[in-house]
């Protein structure tokens, strides 16, 4: 219940009190013993709710007390902790929160993803590395090159895990535990991390887990944050640009993230926007990382309140202060649309989420969205609800199977107001941004 009955040492007992946190949060309070215990896990919890501490905490206190030293002495680094995200700022944001918790002890974090440049992060990881993050792609490179071996991984974690294992990055995923001497499953204790778990993604994961894995739901599974408010708008496709603009600019200086579906609209949108003079940056796969980069400081500091995004940005991102989401286009799925507006709303804060919804290209959604805000308690407009009726059934139900009694998972479960889950997502288009 109190961070103060972990058995947490006291270095990190000082960085949790420097960070601001009293007391933990439920993903916490329930995570972080089953992974004191050695059990695989698989955790959903919402948006913003402390996942990542819920695993790097116990993590580093065991590293800490079986006394793990970087060594730099070694051309090839061994872990003992390998983390996975989907991308780079994400990877970035899980490695930077390690740094801060381990600093001042023998632990060392260091993190490797694409688009910088090789030489800095070897250099990095020659210095020692006892908790690699990594986006897939860098990472299997890094194993290629002979830089890391996994002989040593205790702990493999999937952060955003059900995208860790949807089509993009599951040959990813099978061949980093393929990888010479990764333990296997027995051997190494796996932990997976979302807020979505789509039913297929939940069975591919028992390739990953011991049996015996223990399954934590907080609230509902897939469930949207509760301290979103969403709200709703028809739109037609020529209007949206207008409509964007009348938006932002009753909202002022209000953080924004928009988000739209494709690379070339976020160029678009973005460019629209400046024109107007509403200061504006964007985030989306094909810019520089150096660009990626800028974009997300630019958007922290205040410099630049709106960011144009693809669903490259919609996943795990921590950015203080976001007041307002908008979804310029409703992604196609809509686990992206609750990562998407989850962006807000973060840790106890409230946030807003607006998303323009074009009956003419968003009425598959329209179940699944009113199924999402029925069990956020959040009123349903009755124009939407009739859209759900009309695009096919009289049950929201039907569009998530229920998770419980029929699901043939074989770990114990440890649920806590446990709900449905839903369907995968499915291909994405050409000019789609999902990918590291
Ligand atoms: P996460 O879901 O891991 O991205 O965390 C969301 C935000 O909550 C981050 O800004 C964390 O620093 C913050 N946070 C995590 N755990 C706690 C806690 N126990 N108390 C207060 N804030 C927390």
Request: hydrophobic share 35%; aromatic share 8%; glycine share 8%.
């Amino acid at each position: 219940m109190t961070f103060e009955e972990t058995t947490l040492c006291e270095s990190l007992r000082n960085a949790i009190s420097k960070s601001g946190y009293v007391k933990p949060t439920p993903v916490q309070k329930h995570g972080m013993p089953i992974v004191s215990a050695g059990r695989d896990l698989m955790a959903c919890a919402q948006t913003g709710s402390g996942k990542t501490a819920a695993f790097l905490l116990p993590i580093l206190q065991q590293l800490m007390a079986d006394g793990a030293a970087a060594s730099s002495f070694s051309e090839l680094q061994e872990p003992e902790a390998l983390i996975v995200a989907p991308t780079r700022e994400l990877i970035n944001q899980i490695y930077l929160e390690a740094r801060k918790f381990s600093f001042g002890t023998c632990v060392r974090p260091v993190v490797v993803y694409g688009g910088v440049s090789t030489g800095y992060q070897m250099r990095e990881l020659s210095r020692g590395c006892n908790v690699l993050c990594g986006s897939p792609g860098r990472l299997l490179d890094m194993i290629g090159r002979g830089k890391v071996g996994l002989s040593k991984v205790r702990y493999f974690v999937l952060d955003e895990a059900d995208r860790m294992l949807d089509m993009g990055f599951e040959p990813d995923m099978r061949r980093i535990v393929a990888s010479p001497g990764m333990p296997p499953k027995e051997h190494r204790q796996t932990l997976m991390f979302s807020a979505t778990y789509p039913d297929d993604i939940q069975r591919l994961a028992l390739d990953f887990l011991r049996p015996d894995y223990l399954f934590l739901a907080v609230g509902v599974v897939g469930g949207a944050c509760s301290d979103v408010e969403q709200t709703f708008v028809q739109v037609t496709k020529f209007s949206k640009r207008e409509q964007l603009l009348d938006l932002l600019r009753s909202t002022g200086t209000e953080r924004t993230m928009v988000f739209v579906e494709t690379k070339r609209q976020a160029d678009f949108i973005a460019t629209f926007l400046c024109q107007e003079k509403v200061p504006t940056t964007s985030i989306h796969g094909d810019r520089e990382q150096r660009e990626r980069e800028n974009a997300l400081a630019d958007f922290r500091s205040g410099k630049c309140p709106v960011l144009v995004a693809t669903s490259v940005a919609a996943r795990g991102l921590d950015i203080p202060d976001v007041q307002h989401v908008v979804n310029f286009d409703l992604p196609n799925n809509i686990d992206d649309y609750v990562h998407r507006i989850g962006r807000t709303g973060r840790c106890g804060n409230t946030g807003r989420a607006v998303s323009f919804f074009d009956p003419d290209t968003d009425s598959q959604l329209a179940q699944p969205l009113v199924s999402i805000l029925a069990k956020a308690q959040q009123e349903v407009p009755s124009w939407l609800e009739d859209s759900a009726l009309g695009s096919g059934g009289s049950g929201f139900a039907q569009q998530r199977n229920s998770f419980a009694p029929s699901n043939p998972r074989k770990g114990s479960s440890l649920q806590d107001n446990c709900g449905p889950s839903q369907p995968a997502s499915q291909a994405a288009d050409d000019d789609d941004d999902n990918w590291e």
